[in-house]
């Protein structure tokens, strides 16, 4: 029995198919779409051209390159006003970096006792909390930065409340911080036995700040390898040996050995003259900033802890109870660690708005990247169109980052599908 295959031919191509043929209308679309918005950004960038020609202006960056001209009070690295405007721009980026992840730090951390605490029993704890969250959710940040900043300015005494034989004001914690209506004066770290730096070009790091770098990296490997010996051992004979005390030891014991050898102590502030020296004098705007962003933010976060604990299941509770958790660990080791799976997401929003909300720090004249670089520099250059677009790029480079580096995150607590 013969069968014939008849072999239906493809129609020839044509214009119109662009547009009524489904196999082509998308990429149609697509690229019209495409076209018309690389036709709007040129005239756009054409328009922006013509009209800095037009005042005699150009677009470049030359001014970065020019000495700066200003001080900044606080700063991570050495900086004086003969520096060029770049580093004028890094020394506002690391301020606002700083403050970003101080802020998110403390932000968590009080986001998530806040939603922990705002479900419990205790019918007064659970109430102030409601209380901390609606408060701060509901006035604008802006308010809390600047009432935060009065505080710290006008509840605090001047340097000179600690001079003489009967002071007015007295140092806090043993006599080590001492909080004034200008800064905050803490302790910082000396070292008895010091290396000396590495220099790299105009930067230079401590030999000590490099040994513990990699001590710290050293102990990490060696305890995934002691992680690594412990599940062969459990695999092999069923027993899995006791490793937590190595796993401590291997991060304690080079850390303690590198403080006795380079003589690091605490080196406390004292008063000489008008002003604290010895230790580090951190501006009043800073802890404001700070203090401000942390509890706003940690607000929103407790909301979104409550959620996601509420989100799991009433049965995963009564289960931990019934093999005799307590409540606490039931919440650390069965409730939170499934919350987390609805809590990340959200999280990675509030993160970013904290980072992006830090630039609300020239209110209180804390020098940042948008009171560096977006102010000072902006005024004195005049290249406003420059700046404005550096400062939107870094920001949103910043945001990049942290959104990509929460993802992994997520990815890494989120459900398996199988």
Same mark, same amino acid.
């Given at each position: *029995?013969?069968?014939?295959?008849?072999?239906?031919?493809?129609?020839?191509?044509?214009?119109?198919?662009?547009?009524? &043929?489904?196999?082509?209308?998308?990429?149609?679309?697509?690229? #019209?779409?495409?076209?018309?918005?690389?036709?709007?950004?040129?005239?756009?960038? &054409?328009?922006?051209?013509?009209?800095?020609?037009?005042?005699?202006?150009?677009?470049?960056?030359?001014?970065?390159?020019?000495?700066?001209?200003?001080?900044? /009070?606080?700063?991570?690295?050495?900086?004086?006003?003969?520096?060029?405007?770049?580093?004028?721009?890094?020394?506002?980026?690391?301020?606002?970096?700083?403050?970003?992840?101080?802020?998110?730090?403390?932000?968590?951390?009080? /986001?998530?006792?806040?939603?922990?605490?705002?479900? $419990?029993?205790?019918?007064?704890?659970?109430?102030?909390?409601?209380?901390?969250?609606? *408060?701060?959710?509901?006035?604008?940040?802006?308010?809390?930065?600047?009432?935060?900043?009065?505080?710290?300015?006008?509840?605090?005494?001047?340097?000179?409340?600690?001079?003489?034989?009967?002071?007015?004001?007295?140092?806090?914690?043993?006599?080590?911080?001492?909080?004034?209506?200008?800064?905050?004066?803490?302790?910082?770290?000396?070292?008895?036995? &010091?290396?000396?730096?590495?220099?790299?070009?105009?930067?230079?790091?401590?030999?000590?700040?490099?040994?513990?770098?990699?001590?710290?990296?050293?102990?990490?490997?060696?305890?995934?390898?002691?992680?690594?010996? #412990?599940?062969?051992?459990?695999?092999?004979?069923?027993?899995?040996?006791?490793?937590?005390?190595?796993?401590?030891?291997?991060?304690?014991?080079?850390?303690? #050995?590198?403080?006795?050898?380079?003589?690091?102590?605490?080196?406390?502030?004292?008063?000489?003259?008008?002003?604290?020296?010895? /230790?580090?004098?951190?501006?009043?705007?800073?802890?404001?900033?700070?203090?401000?962003?942390?509890?706003?933010?940690?607000?929103?976060? #407790?909301?979104?802890?409550?959620?996601?604990?509420?989100?799991?299941?009433?049965?995963?509770?009564?289960?931990?109870?019934?093999?005799?958790?307590?409540?606490?660990?039931? *919440? $650390?080791?069965?409730?939170?660690?499934?919350?987390?799976?609805?809590?990340?997401?959200?999280?990675?929003?509030?993160?970013?708005?904290?980072?992006?909300?830090?630039?609300?720090?020239?209110?209180?004249?804390?020098?940042?990247?948008?009171?560096?670089?977006?102010?000072?520099?902006?005024?004195?250059?005049?290249?406003?169109?420059?700046?404005?677009?550096? *400062?939107?790029?870094?920001?949103?480079?910043?945001?990049?980052?942290?959104?990509? /580096?929460?993802?992994?995150?997520?990815?890494?607590?989120?459900?398996?599908?199988?």
């Amino acid at each position: *029995m013969a069968t014939t295959t008849e072999m239906t031919e493809q129609p020839s191509f044509r214009l119109s198919m662009l547009i009524y &043929d489904r196999r082509y209308r998308s990429m149609t679309i697509q690229v #019209a779409v495409f076209i018309l918005v690389m036709a709007g950004a040129w005239w756009l960038i &054409d328009n922006t051209i013509q009209n800095l020609a037009n005042l005699g202006k150009d677009f470049n960056f030359d001014f970065l390159w020019k000495r700066a001209g200003y001080d900044i /009070g606080f700063q991570l690295i050495p900086y004086n006003s003969d520096d060029t405007h770049f580093r004028a721009m890094i020394v506002g980026l690391l301020n606002t970096l700083l403050v970003a992840i101080l802020g998110c730090i403390a932000a968590t951390a009080i /986001g998530v006792a806040a939603g922990v605490l705002r479900l $419990s029993n205790n019918w007064l704890i659970a109430r102030l909390m409601t209380v901390y969250v609606e *408060m701060f959710r509901n006035i604008p940040l802006l308010l809390w930065i600047l009432v935060i900043y009065a505080v710290f300015t006008e509840a605090t005494p001047a340097p000179n409340a600690f001079r003489g034989e009967n002071p007015t004001a007295h140092m806090w914690f043993f006599d080590s911080v001492a909080f004034t209506n200008r800064y905050t004066a803490i302790p910082t770290l000396a070292m008895t036995n &010091d290396p000396g730096n590495l220099v790299l070009g105009k930067e230079s790091i401590s030999y000590a700040t490099i040994a513990f770098i990699v001590a710290l990296v050293a102990a990490f490997y060696i305890r995934r390898a002691i992680s690594g010996w #412990a599940t062969t051992v459990q695999d092999a004979t069923g027993d899995r040996p006791t490793t937590w005390w190595m796993q401590i030891l291997v991060f304690v014991v080079p850390i303690v #050995a590198l403080i006795w050898y380079f003589g690091l102590h605490l080196q406390y502030p004292v008063l000489k003259g008008f002003n604290f020296a010895g /230790g580090l004098n951190v501006p009043n705007s800073f802890f404001a900033l700070w203090l401000a962003l942390s509890l706003y933010t940690g607000a929103f976060i #407790a909301e979104i802890v409550r959620a996601g604990i509420l989100a799991v299941s009433r049965g995963q509770t009564e289960a931990a109870f019934a093999l005799g958790l307590r409540p606490g660990r039931t *919440m $650390s080791l069965v409730i939170l660690p499934q919350a987390l799976r609805v809590i990340i997401p959200p999280l990675i929003s509030q993160y970013l708005n904290l980072t992006k909300n830090s630039s609300l720090a020239i209110a209180v004249g804390y020098l940042d990247l948008r009171g560096t670089l977006g102010g000072v520099t902006l005024n004195q250059t005049g290249r406003e169109l420059e700046c404005v677009t550096l *400062m939107m790029l870094i920001y949103l480079l910043l945001s990049l980052i942290i959104s990509a /580096g929460m993802n992994l995150y997520n990815n890494r607590v989120k459900l398996k599908e199988r």
